[in-house]
């Protein structure tokens, strides 16, 4: 079975700062899916950013980038230039490529200090 | 473009009552997730509708059953309901099963069992 783990409950980050987010899985499948979403407050879950465990270059999409290692099984998400917004519960999430369940882990709630 | 819907917002039940939880998927989505989300956790998977037939089940039991419709909105049925079973009902809809595939979510049933 698949495992996801984050083990970091809290985090918190000064505005404009930089902070990582840590994300490590377990699984014996080749082919798959990572994603890192976020679930502000208001609690309707958002895709941040996806990684496909066949390419070997880390994802980016503007100040969020993640740092994929397949033999470590880690995939941490890096935010840079943090923002006020950027306060939410971030999840990290593993889908395989045929199966049609995904498995989340327990979250990292990010505080952001203005 | 709709997103996806939920209903209702907040729900409260009684111990070994049964309970429907509705969900529209978004516009061109096939396929819909449900998920239980108690306080503080991550998301953990029920199940998966693609094309009206289940194409996966996380660890709960049969009392959790499920619907998916020609126009691919789903149902969430929990019969005999527990205490436990008190959480936040995720819906999630996406293109297609498993893969790459963002999966959009909904703002959530709260469900309180009394």
């Known amino acids: 079975a698949q495992t996801v783990t984050q083990s970091q409950p809290e985090m918190s980050v000064q505005e404009a700062e930089t902070v990582t987010l840590s994300c490590t899985y377990d699984t014996s499948e080749s082919d798959y899916y990572l994603f890192w979403y976020k679930q502000p407050p208001s609690r309707q879950m958002i895709l941040v950013i996806r990684q496909e465990a066949y390419k070997q270059q880390n994802a980016t999409e503007n100040r969020f980038s993640v740092n994929f290692q397949k033999a470590a099984k880690s995939f941490s998400l890096k935010i840079s230039d943090s923002q006020l917004g950027d306060a939410a519960m971030y999840f990290c999430?593993?889908?395989?490529?045929?199966?049609?369940?995904?498995?989340f882990g327990d979250g990292t709630t990010l505080t952001v200090k203005p | 473009e709709t997103g996806v819907t939920q209903s209702p917002t907040h729900l409260i039940k009684t111990r070994g009552q049964q309970v429907t939880l509705r969900c529209s998927s978004q516009?061109?989505?096939?396929?819909v997730s449900w998920y239980q989300q108690a306080l503080g956790q991550g998301p953990q998977f029920i199940f998966q509708y693609y094309r009206e037939e289940e194409n996966g089940r996380g660890n709960f039991p049969p009392r959790f059953s499920g619907l998916q419709f020609p126009n691919y909105s789903s149902e969430l049925n929990v019969n005999a309901l527990e205490l436990d079973d008190s959480a936040l009902y995720l819906c999630?809809?996406?293109?297609?099963?498993?893969?790459?595939?963002?999966?959009?979510f909904g703002p959530g049933t709260r469900l309180t069992v009394t």
């Open positions: 999430a593993y889908i395989n490529t045929n199966a049609g369940k995904s498995t």
């Open positions: 516009s061109g989505h096939n396929t």
């Open positions: 999630a809809s996406s293109l297609a099963a498993g893969g790459p595939y963002e999966q959009y």
